[in-house]
């Protein structure tokens, strides 16, 4: 049979896989990664799940926080009003009173209300190929997992988008991925390639797409400046 790869959307519904395994980072050089992840749950008006991703902190005062997450996580119909919060800490924020989509790229900035100043994420340039880098991020609705691996090159396929081989799974949508030497955020997780072979469809969890914060480095900075 014929094969085919695939890249599968970050964007979770109710489902059953496997947790990233090989967490081999530094936890002493990663702790800052770890305070500033955060889940990212979109919901209609009665409470029901549309779905979850992963976000990261970019801005904080005592008033509100930034989120830096994907576009397709927060995205839905423009019939369905929806609400998206984030879990802090195991705690769910109030719903965001701005959502602003990237009219070009799969990014996405939340604004919520949060009189609790928390850790923030440095943005950092991209660096060279085969740098080591670091992801975090909360895969099928599970804990915070932090993957690592190296920085690849540009998608043939998906020019938009780099890849990197630090291990995710759905929910990792807007995760944020890291310069593990330094903490700088350089990257949002966006999908990840599906191997098909006749009926059997299986994730390539080290074939990570990601978009270089390079790419919209600007519009990010008019959100936090």
């Not at 976000?55 to 927060?74: C, F, P, Q, R, Y």
């Not at 991209?126 to 090159?153: C, E, H, K, R, Y």
């Amino acid at each position: 049979m014929r094969s085919h790869v695939f890249l599968a959307s970050l964007l979770t519904v109710p489902c059953f896989i496997a947790t990233p395994q090989g967490i081999n980072a530094d936890l002493t050089v990663v702790q800052s990664y770890l305070n500033t992840a955060v889940q990212v749950v979109v919901s209609d008006a009665l409470g029901n799940s549309l779905g979850w991703g992963s976000g990261t902190i970019i801005k904080s005062d005592d008033t509100s926080i930034v989120v830096l997450t994907a576009k397709h996580v927060v995205k839905t119909p423009p019939q369905v009003k929806a609400f998206c919060h984030v879990i802090i800490g195991g705690i769910r924020s109030n719903a965001a009173t701005t959502i602003s989509l990237h009219d070009k790229k799969d990014a996405a900035i939340l604004v919520i209300p949060h009189a609790k100043k928390e850790a923030t994420s440095p943005i950092g340039l991209m660096p060279p190929p085969l740098t080591m880098v670091v992801t975090a991020g909360f895969p099928i609705q599970n804990d915070l997992i932090v993957s690592q691996g190296l920085l690849n090159f540009r998608s043939i396929s998906e020019p938009d988008l780099w890849l990197c081989t630090a291990n995710i799974a759905p929910g990792n949508s807007g995760a944020g991925v890291f310069v593990k030497d330094t903490g700088e955020l350089i990257g949002i997780s966006i999908a990840v390639a599906t191997y098909v072979n006749g009926f059997n469809r299986q994730l390539i969890t080290y074939m990570h797409l990601m978009l270089p914060l390079d790419d919209i480095g600007d519009w990010v900075q008019s959100h936090i400046s």
